[in-house]
């Protein structure tokens, strides 16, 4: 079919057609557009675009949203994850007369928002239909890289090289991105050839090492199967040339060492494995490198075939093999110590018991052999056998007391003993290391523990007795602090509320906006978590700008009266690459453009820029990034800057979702924005190394529970759609308060560690919120309730009436 002149007119009246014959058919078959998908499935509220003629009007007409109207409700959706409205409100946006920039935007969202609904064959058949030869470049360019990835999810490759071709053609700022997509769709349409030409011609235009090492092993990848072995051994080689990364070099290799293998190439494939477990031992690349030689009978020594396996996880082979070298060579003191830890993993404490008594009676030239006593005692404590461990290393200390293992063991001992409950052998251990070695770097730590477990079982005396020391003996030491902020406390649980006071002024004075001090204003206030707004102001977003730009220049010593520059950086190729990936939802590619352009910048009026970019965009998470690198810069606390540029690293984004949340689970909004800050950094598509997903870092078990809690459907994908998490979120951080009585202490501490530490640590805390802060057991935990707290003093001084 050739394209006339009058194509304008018929592809807006076909679109037309389509959109009202169609609409309701496809938008039955999706969940409700809600807060939370729903397995009611009607149609979308009014207004909308009905799929029959519109009925006699009323004496009183609801008007019809017009095309900008339509476009903007689709931008709304897509930005809280409602992805079915969001294809609804551009499909109807488009039926009106849009001006070119604004059709270009409908039709690339509304194929973005099918694509995230997961409806790949639907968005490639609407994305066919749009008329790319009118639509601005950057708009035709993302509709066809969207046909590319429909046409890729629906099964048909071949389409998606072609359209990532177009893309290509029209001068995409993509184009390493856009080659290595394509190369995939090549591949997978069988055009090996093809693929490997691809991913050649992207490699002159690798923007970092990084990507440049993606582009070779993908390439070799595809040589291989090309059975071109020397040209992938090649890209294989030119990657170890550059590449740092000790875990990736040791996969590389043996990569490189299959390719060798399937070469025929078999004396220098196996030296090449062989080489790669001496040099990397503990990595999986090693223990993949391990089987491959055991397979083929190539001898590798028991010692190091143990260790191999130990850090695989493959406890059952690791102690055959130190057993055999134990048996077969008098100088094995080290081994004893591998094989114990491995059979404590098994389950054998016996004869974990037994290697470790024959490592400490035997081999007190072994490298491990202090360290033997400690893991005894950790044995004994695992077997409920607390006694016998605190006399085993009373014995190490009476026969040893100056080795230089002896602080550690102590320090370690006392953590092992406080965490299993026999907290007054741990306080024991902490005098003694904080008498005996009181250089040692724990010592002020050791004093500290002392103070608490004294504070915590109510000897006063003793607790203010370790406290002192600690003050008077490390007075620059980060625990000095905590002693002032418990000898406050010691001093109100003796009635002397004035000298409580006095040591809590100190505090805030001179820990302003962190934990510490934070604590210590809110004891001066008599405040808690609870006395937080259940409402929440919310301000113009530009309100103070001028204000706060006017402090900038006079920060920085600008003169004259030029605006400031929005544009500084947003001319750099990193930039423009970005945005080109945000409009077709790469995420991530967009993310990591950008995030190298951010991590390049160090002026601070380039920081203001790229913060106010990143906000227009909707990349919450990097403009958060570049408005607290800014104030960092300028060496202001947030709550001294000006509030403009406090906000832009402290936003309130998802307003109405978050108020809707907080009032249904009588939550304070500002308390699920400073932990949805902490946990995501309001990132929708952040994932965490427990598998945590979305603002609100859910992992997919909790949610399956939540969501069937609150009787919706469930798919793991949709914790990524910010209505969804925060719904989640809000639900769950409400469960874990009224579990524990309304107590939000608690609930944070349950919300990252798990109830059932947080009942643990409660229970050993007297009801009191610090001395339960100070038995959590959990470094994260502990992290994330002091990173919470302190977000939530921005916060209430941002969105609660304390800034102007």
């Not at 476009?71 to 009106?96: C, H």
């Not at 990507?211 to 199967?225: D, G, K, P, S, V």
């Not at 001093?491 to 934990?515: H, I, K, T, Y």
């Not at 006017?550 to 544009?567: D, E, H, K, Q």
Request: proline share 8%; glycine share 8%.
């Amino acid at each position: 079919m050739h394209r006339q002149g009058s194509l304008r007119g018929w592809w807006r009246w076909a679109v037309m057609g389509v959109v009202l014959l169609g609409l309701a058919a496809f938008l039955a078959r999706w969940p409700r557009p809600s807060s939370l998908p729903s397995r009611t499935r009607t149609p979308l509220p009014s207004p909308t675009v009905p799929a029959t003629p519109l009925p006699t009007p009323s004496p009183t007409p609801i008007p019809t949203p017009l095309p900008g109207e339509w476009l903007d409700r689709g931008r709304r959706a897509m930005r809280v994850g409602a992805f079915e409205e969001a294809a609804a409100a551009y499909a109807a946006a488009l039926q009106g007369a849009l001006p070119p920039e604004a059709a270009g935007e409908a039709w690339v969202g509304w194929g973005r928002a099918l694509l995230a609904a997961e409806q790949p064959a639907e968005a490639a058949r609407v994305l066919a239909q749009a008329p790319v030869e009118e639509l601005p470049p950057e708009w035709a360019r993302g509709v066809w890289t969207l046909r590319g990835d429909a046409r890729r999810a629906a099964g048909d490759p071949a389409g998606a090289a072609e359209a990532y071709g177009h893309a290509l053609r029209m001068g995409s700022p993509l184009t390493v991105e856009l080659r290595m997509r394509r190369a995939l769709a090549l591949q997978e349409a069988g055009r090996l050839e093809a693929a490997a030409a691809e991913l050649r011609a992207a490699l002159p235009a690798a923007r970092d090492p990084s990507q440049e090492a993606a582009l070779r092993e993908r390439l070799a990848e595809t040589l291989e199967a090309l059975q071109a072995y020397p040209a992938a051994l090649e890209q294989y080689e030119a990657i170890l040339a550059f590449a740092r990364n000790r875990a990736y070099r040791a996969y590389i290799e043996w990569r490189a060492a299959q390719v060798l293998l399937t070469a025929g190439q078999t004396p220098e494939g196996y030296a090449r494995l062989q080489r790669l477990i001496r040099e990397a031992p503990d990595t999986l690349a090693a223990y993949n490198a391990l089987v491959r030689l055991v397979e083929a009978g190539i001898p590798v020594p028991d010692d190091l075939r143990g260790r191999i396996d130990a850090a695989a996880g493959q406890c059952l082979p690791a102690v055959q093999a130190f057993e055999r070298w134990i048996a077969a060579h008098p100088d094995h003191g080290d081994i004893h110590y591998e094989a114990a830890r491995c059979y404590r993993d098994l389950g054998n404490l016996q004869a974990a018991h037994a290697h470790l008594d024959a490592l400490i009676r035997d081999h007190p030239e072994a490298s491990r052999w202090a360290e033997g006593w400690l893991e005894k005692g950790r044995l004994w404590i695992r077997s409920g056998a607390v006694e016998s461990a605190v006399a085993l290393w009373r014995q190490f200390l009476a026969r040893f007391p100056t080795h230089p293992f002896a602080p550690r063991l102590l320090y370690e001992a006392a953590r092992l003993l406080e965490r299993n409950g026999a907290e007054e052998a741990a306080e024991g251990f902490y005098r003694l290391l904080a008498e005996r070695f009181p250089a040692d770097p724990r010592a002020p730590e050791a004093r500290h523990r002392q103070g608490v477990l004294a504070y915590g079982r109510g000897d006063l005396d003793a607790a203010a007795a370790a406290w002192e020391a600690l003050r008077s003996r490390y007075p620059e030491a980060p625990e000095a602090l905590a002693a002032r902020f418990w000898l406050g406390k010691v001093a109100l649980a003796r009635g002397d509320r004035a000298r409580a006071e006095a040591e809590w002024q100190a505090v805030v004075a001179q820990a302003s906006g962190r934990f510490l001090g934070e604590r210590a204003r809110m004891l001066l206030q008599g405040e808690d978590l609870t006395d937080l707004p259940e409402t929440l102001e919310l301000p113009d977003p530009e309100a103070g700008r001028a204000e706060a730009e006017g402090w900038l220049r006079a920060r920085l010593g600008i003169t004259g009266t030029l605006p400031l520059s929005p544009s500084v950086g947003l001319t750099d190729p990193l930039w423009q690459a970005g945005a080109e990936a945000w409009r077709v939802g790469w995420v991530e590619e967009a993310r990591g453009l950008w995030t190298a352009l951010r991590q390049r910048v160090e002026d601070p009026l380039a920081l203001y820029a790229l913060a106010l970019a990143f906000r227009e965009q909707g990349a919450d998470a990097l403009a958060v990034q570049a408005a607290a690198r800014l104030l960092a810069r300028l060496r202001v606390d947030p709550r001294e800057a000006p509030p403009f540029l406090a906000r832009l690293a402290y936003p309130v984004p998802y307003p109405d979702r978050v108020l809707e949340e907080a009032q249904r689970r009588h939550l304070p909004p500002l308390l699920l924005y400073a932990v949805m800050r902490q946990e995501s950094l309001f990132d929708p598509y952040a994932v965490s190394s427990a598998r945590a997903r979305g603002l609100m870092q859910i992992i997919p078990p909790t949610a399956q529970a939540i969501a069937e809690a609150l009787g919706q459907p469930y798919r793991e994908s949709w914790l990524h759609r910010p209505a969804v998490s925060i719904a989640f979120g809000a639900y769950y951080l409400a469960q874990q308060r009224d579990r524990f009585g309304g107590n939000l202490w608690v609930a944070l501490a349950a919300y990252n560690g798990g109830p059932g530490n947080a009942a643990r640590w409660w229970a050993t805390a007297r009801g009191d919120p610090d001395l339960f802060y100070e038995r959590i057991t959990l470094e994260e935990t502990r992290r994330y309730l002091e990173r919470v707290v302190e977000h939530l003093a921005v916060y209430r001084a941002l969105y609660a009436g304390g800034a102007e």
